[in-house]
């Protein structure tokens, strides 16, 4: 993980008045930053919903709204490549099958030569999907409270800067920086290995999932 070696408000402040601007928001006087910073996101967010046609509930909450944009670019995703999307999973699982899915079309070694055409040219026809699965990974980790639950200069510039990367493509270096590494456990892998040969999907899933957990553990 990392910590900003300076305070970072005027950065975080210039970040802020640069989105509002491109979004066409006016910046209202005396409203705290972390207010401005959730407003821009609303309107991304009602921005993902016009884009795709879909209508917010009544009491629906940001979070909410967010979760149902994540789940649409999956399912949207799974379904044009052919696999299932099993909403009971992770949100992250559900990604790395679709890639992996995707990921097939162009390796297909034994193959055919006119099947790996077929493939390519399928292929080529589904990129634009990876930018939704993109989407969604970037804001896998974050929600409408993640910068509330715990208001520090790095969660303000990550949500920031993941907002950038998608109004602007590209987010800029910010810093200096003060990186900490944390080397956990090893995790030996060859314990999995009657299950994963049993059902190969599962065990590596649930293995991700056991090393992801440790990780955060060691953020946390």
Not at 28 to 53: D, F, H, Q
Not at 60 to 85: C, P
Not at 132 to 139: I, K, Q, S, T, V
Not at 189 to 202: G, I, M, P, T
């Amino acid at each position: 993980r990392y910590r900003y070696m300076k305070p970072m408000d005027r950065e975080i402040l210039d970040a802020i008045v640069r989105l509002e601007s491109h979004i066409g928001l006016v910046p209202p006087e005396g409203k705290p930053v972390y207010e401005r910073l959730r407003t821009i996101g609303e309107s991304v967010v009602v921005g993902y919903e016009s884009a795709y046609g879909v209508r917010a509930e009544k009491g629906e909450t940001l979070d909410d709204r967010i979760l149902r944009m994540k789940n649409l670019w999956v399912a949207r995703a799974a379904g044009s490549v052919g696999v299932s999307d099993n909403p009971s999973l992770p949100l992250g699982d559900r990604i790395r099958v679709v890639i992996n899915a995707l990921d097939r079309m162009v390796i297909a070694e034994d193959a055919s030569e006119f099947t790996k055409q077929m493939m390519r040219r399928r292929h080529q026809e589904t990129v634009p999907l990876y930018k939704d699965l993109e989407r969604a990974g970037r804001f896998l980790a974050t929600g409408a409270r993640y910068v509330a639950e715990h208001p520090t200069d790095e969660r303000f510039l990550e949500v920031i800067s993941r907002i950038e990367e998608e109004l602007f493509g590209i987010t800029p270096p910010r810093g200096p920086r003060r990186a900490v590494l944390t080397v956990g456990e090893p995790i030996d892998v060859s314990q999995f290995y009657d299950a994963y040969k049993a059902d190969s999907r599962k065990t590596v899933s649930e293995t991700t999932r056991m090393i992801e957990d440790a990780v955060r553990g060691l953020i946390a």
